[in-house]
């Protein structure tokens, strides 16, 4: 498979957070690049097309927007 990433992806399993609307829901960051990353949450969720990552060990909010969905899991641009 060739890899068409702007930026090479590193794995990851760090405790993560989305905001939308006021709600915050937690998820984990499975992998990230400073272009994007991939996201596991726990139970089915109706995950908007944008929202703000939030990774509290950090320190950082980051705009960003769905590029694909799975299951439980979605991958995101950020903005």
Same mark, same amino acid.
């Given at each position: 498979?060739?890899?068409?990433?702007?930026?090479? $992806?590193?794995?990851?399993?760090?405790?993560?957070?989305?905001?939308?609307? /006021?709600? @915050?829901?937690? #998820?984990? %960051?499975?992998?990230?690049?400073?272009?994007?990353a991939a996201l596991d949450?726990?139970?089915?969720? $109706?995950?908007?097309?944008?929202?703000t990552l939030i990774l509290?060990?950090? /320190?950082? @909010?980051?705009? #960003?927007? %769905?590029?694909?969905?799975?299951?439980?899991?979605?991958?995101?641009?950020f903005d």
């Amino acid at each position: 498979m060739v890899e068409t990433r702007i930026a090479p $992806r590193v794995r990851v399993m760090k405790a993560a957070k989305i905001e939308y609307g /006021g709600d @915050k829901y937690v #998820c984990t %960051v499975r992998d990230i690049s400073t272009t994007g990353a991939a996201l596991d949450f726990p139970d089915l969720l $109706r995950i908007p097309n944008e929202f703000t990552l939030i990774l509290p060990e950090d /320190g950082l @909010k980051l705009p #960003c927007h %769905v590029v694909w969905r799975r299951e439980y899991r979605v991958g995101v641009a950020f903005d």
